[in-house]
């Protein structure tokens, strides 16, 4: 009997140390499932911050400061995410710019334990990191408008843009413009020989440099002509057939855009005719989505603010191919080569023209990376296109 007793004793001492273990195990699992979940949700703050960031970087480049719109933007939208019971508050030490193009945001936070108190350990400190930096668009799926003016050009050491109609179409023969006895001449920014060069160093037209649109080089308030009444390229007025062809799809282009993908090297068909009364149905009603939407000078450049959007994310800022001048379109319909790619913030037309601004935008839906004429480096960041794209990129790098 008393070894029967003795029996029972030591079975219920096990069962007693077994719950105690199963339940330390248990306690130890829901603790780590906790901290796991809390390091995703630090994770997907920090890497939305970063993003936004590097959003802020494409519309004002290389503003690094605590007013920036890349330091505040990475603050707010980590505040838009939950970690733990709480939105994640960042502070300007947490946010750094390793590049020009990219922003790293670092963020520390305790999370507290439920059983890890019973062993002394009442929270654990947990790290998170992301890098996102503002690369070059060359081409995207978002958006585009049935319009295509020839990219900037020089003559000599003067630039001459869509808008200069005074000096006409680009001529490579001997001529006087503005005083100056020269010849035009061009090359796109996505031209293989700029792989890894920031564009945006370069400040005039001389030779050898780019003359394509560039931001942030050229994108200083400068009016531009889209769409044109003079043109000077029989029965072409810069408007463009996307996969649709006639009035009714390209007044609902201008004012909806067209999302098929798009790419510097694609070949784009022309859609002749002025076609005035669509084009000024088409942007009346663009305009209708943003009708508060206003171009202003900030303390590095010019900028969209809106009521209704984020700094240059209006939907009056639209994407557009350019082509080459060089290779200026044929009468009735023909294609072009798209040699650049842009975004242009549209202020008004009276149906025969469209005016506006070039400006930097982000292109939803982009790729991002190099000139499709050179596909062995990775090119510079986002300074030096005038659409870029924003991506995460590897932490370890920077």
């Not at 699992?29 to 936004?52: M, P, T």
């Not at 050491?157 to 808008?163: A, D, G, L, R």
């Not at 043109?231 to 009035?247: E, I, K, L, M, S």
Request: aromatic share 10%.
């Amino acid at each position: 009997m008393d070894k029967a007793k003795r029996n029972r004793g030591t079975i219920l001492a096990m069962l007693a140390a077994g719950a105690v273990t199963v339940m330390g195990a248990a306690a130890l699992a829901i603790d780590v499932g906790y901290l796991y979940v809390f390091k995703g949700q630090l994770q997907n703050a920090v890497d939305a911050a970063a993003l936004a960031g590097a959003q802020g970087l494409l519309a004002q480049p290389g503003d690094h400061s605590p007013n920036g719109q890349a330091m505040r933007l990475a603050m707010e939208y980590a505040a838009k995410n939950i970690v733990g019971n709480e939105p994640l508050s960042l502070s300007t030490d947490e946010i750094t710019f390793p590049e020009r193009s990219v922003i790293k945001v670092e963020a520390t936070r305790p999370a507290p334990t439920f059983f890890g108190v019973v062993f002394g350990l009442r929270q654990v400190r947990v790290r998170a990191v992301a890098v996102a930096r503002a690369a070059p668009a060359t081409g995207g799926s978002y958006g585009w408008r049935p319009f295509m003016p020839p990219d900037q050009f020089a003559h000599g050491s003067t630039c001459v843009t869509p808008f200069d109609e005074d000096h006409g179409p680009f001529d490579p023969q001997p001529h006087v413009w503005n005083g100056i006895r020269d010849r035009d001449y061009y090359r796109s920014p996505y031209d293989a020989s700029f792989e890894n060069v920031d564009l945006s160093g370069y400040t005039d037209c001389s030779y050898g440099s780019p003359t394509g649109f560039i931001a942030p080089r050229d994108v200083n308030g400068r009016p531009v002509e889209l769409k044109s009444d003079n043109p000077r390229f029989p029965g072409n007025f810069y408007a463009v057939a996307f996969d649709g062809r006639g009035a009714n799809d390209y007044r609902d282009h201008i004012a909806n855009g067209w999302n098929g993908t798009l790419s510097v090297g694609d070949y784009v068909t022309t859609e002749p005719g002025n076609m005035v009364g669509p084009t000024r149905q088409g942007i009346q009603e663009l305009i209708a989505k943003d009708p508060s939407a206003r171009l202003v000078r900030g303390a590095t450049g010019w900028y969209v603010r809106s009521d209704l959007y984020p700094i240059n994310e209006s939907p009056r800022i639209v994407p557009i191919p350019l082509f080459d001048p060089t290779s200026p379109p044929g009468g009735g319909r023909t294609t072009l080569r798209v040699s650049n790619i842009g975004a242009f913030f549209i202020t008004g037309t009276d149906g025969r023209s469209v005016f506006g601004y070039f400006i930097t935008r982000r292109l939803p839906a982009a790729r991002s990376g190099r000139a499709p004429e050179n596909s062995s480096t990775q090119s510079t960041g986002g300074a030096g296109r005038l659409l870029g794209t924003v991506q995460l990129d590897d932490p370890s790098r920077y």
